[in-house]
């Protein structure tokens, strides 16, 4: 209910009036059936522009942190997050990521919409990155289609690091869907796993006019260690 509250009553309609989207594309979206909507990943806006726009609710996982911060703060940008739908994951890998991807499972065997960012984290500088198997995993054992989404100018009007987004159009993209059916019951082979992964973030790389790098971002963001004195 708190999803739909903010969607079309509390949050959405001012979004829209400040950030006035523009949208290609959203056609692409089936309206009924699983879907994954699988995104570029530029700014934290982006987990707030894709559902604003998308008829159907739209399910994501945010890294855990943003449900266990401290004070005022901490308890709105919660409230904010489980109000939306989204799932909490420990980014720490292994048994909690998977956790993650089977939760999202749950929404698409049930028929519904899950979001995903490929490359597992916010890209540091705009350009488009390795994208994780995962979001194959998902399309494989779901049965789902895959919609590529490209956001624009996310970074734009909120850069990582800034709290006040700009005042602009916000811009997204929505591709054709993407079936993989032709791959049913090879889930777990990570051969094809990473040929169905590499085709959805070609799609991307398309849709978003982005230079593709073919590293994961997050080995972008590790600190580079310091050497040891002699």
Known sequence: MLYWLLKYVILGPLLKLIFRPQVEGLRNVPATGPVILASNHLSFS??????????????????????????????LTKMFFVGTGTIPVDRSGGRAARAALDTQL????????????????RS????????????????LESGAVVVPVAMLNADEIQPPGKLIPKIDRVKIRFGAPLDFSRYAGLAGDR???????????????????????????????????????A
Do not use: H, N
């Open 46 to 75: 982006d987990s707030i522009f894709t559902p604003l726009i998308t008829a159907r609710k739209v399910t994501f996982v945010a890294k855990a942190e943003y449900f266990t911060g401290k004070g005022i703060k901490g308890w």
């Open 106 to 121: 749950q929404v698409l065997r049930a028929g519904g919409v899950a979001g995903i960012y490929p490359e597992g984290t």
């Open 124 to 139: 540091p500088d705009g350009r488009l990155y390795r994208g994780k198997t995962g979001v194959a995993r998902l399309a």
């Open 191 to 229: 051969f094809v796993e990473r040929a169905v992964t590499d085709e959805i973030m070609y799609e991307l790389m398309e849709l978003s006019g982005r230079e593709y790098v073919d590293v994961y971002a997050q080995k972008l963001k590790q600190p580079v260690p310091t050497p040891l004195a």
